[in-house]
């Protein structure tokens, strides 16, 4: 997890291990219910929403959501967003 400041603006990286996502996909993860791996279920893995609830909290704000992955090795999900100094 990493938090870089510059000027006005914020961008947090979340980065994981693992299998990445596969470049057709990148886009899908951020929309409700989207599993894209079959073999999890809501038993053993979530319900595949909480991408979707982070992507409606930034973008109204006018943030930005986004990921990027590489295969085999590691995803990166980033929120970028305006910060407004008293």
């Known amino acids: 997890v990493s938090l870089l ?3 006005n603006k914020m961008k947090l990286a979340i ?8 470049p057709e ?7 409700r219910f989207c599993r ?3 073999s999890r ?4 893995g979530g ?3 909480g991408l979707a609830i ?6 109204p704000r006018h943030g930005q959501i986004w990921a990027e992955s590489r295969a085999g090795i590691d995803t990166t999900f980033f929120v970028r967003c305006h910060v407004r100094v008293k």
């Open 5 to 7: 400041s510059a000027s």
């Open 15 to 22: 980065k994981n291990t693992g299998r990445g996502i596969p």
């Open 25 to 31: 996909h990148i886009d899908k993860v951020f929309e």
């Open 36 to 38: 894209i791996d079959a």
């Open 41 to 44: 279920t809501q038993e053993n």
């Open 47 to 49: 319900y595949g929403s």
């Open 54 to 59: 982070a992507k409606s909290i930034v973008q």
